[in-house]
């Protein structure tokens, strides 16, 4: 998601501020940063739905290579997602739901067992960067995965170039002959375009600081050399492009700039522990610059509204076994 994952703050859930509550410019960078750990956990919990239109897709794109799935893998898939929606939508498939941190495990786990998906829906640890480990004999505790899908929902931009290579062979191994791999990647985030000016303000720079990760490192067709290189074929409704919407919340709201900077949480908190290198009010001028910067994002009820695109990759194991 645009989370940053391994966003670890503590969640003590406060009652919704509206409108301009409270001017930001009132507030010192202290009060602010409690705030966003206080409220983060919820608002990006109470997000998430806001994705459901991408989990339709990459279910409609499974539907369109392989309509009946005997085993799926999700990766990445967070608080259980889309691995809870193939599940719904492909009644007789097992699915297995995956996140490399055990609290994501944890709340897709309780995901799972609300929507009484248990007996189809298994959740567990697997690192992107051992994938290609499932396929040997106890992986899972199994003679070793071999699953007929694969899917990842913006999971796979979290790593690096190197990386992202080395999971899609690990992927190939994992899929039988004519498996088919199903990942959505951003084309544009526009919340990083947002959040970097953001940042430069609250740093005081002309220009934003550079991302550790790029988040459309597979976009314009640029997975399709790593796909190719790792023995994949393009399949049906690969590179199609879709828009999402995301409302972030009332302009001039707390909601508003917590869900729109989501993306630079991490480095905002980060912030505070270097106090003598920023000059104090750094969360007053990246408020500030966000502001200015989402003023003709507004909708008619006054929702800030920010639209972003995603590709679907979609791609097949060969048919032909590998010797």
Known sequence: ??????LRLSCRLLQRVGGCARAISSRSDADCLSLLQQRLPELHDRQLSQFSPMWSQIVRAVAANNAAPGIILDLASGHGEPACTLAANFPSAEVVSSDNEQHMCERALHRVTELGLGGRVSVHRIDLLDIAALSQPGALDEPGLQCDVVTCSLGLFMLSAADQASCLGGIRTLLRPGGLLVASVWERMTLMEIGGR????????????PLPLDPES???????ELLLATGFEPAETHNELYPLRLTLGPMGSDEAWMIGLLPFAGALCKLAETPAAVPTGYFQRALSTFEEQVAECVDADGQVCVEVQYRLLCARSPWDPVE
């Open 198 to 209: 953001c940042m430069a303000s609250a740093l005081g720079q002309r220009e934003p600081p």
């Open 218 to 224: 597979l976009g314009a067709s640029r997975a399709d």
């Open 1 to 6: 998601m645009i989370m940053i994952k391994g």
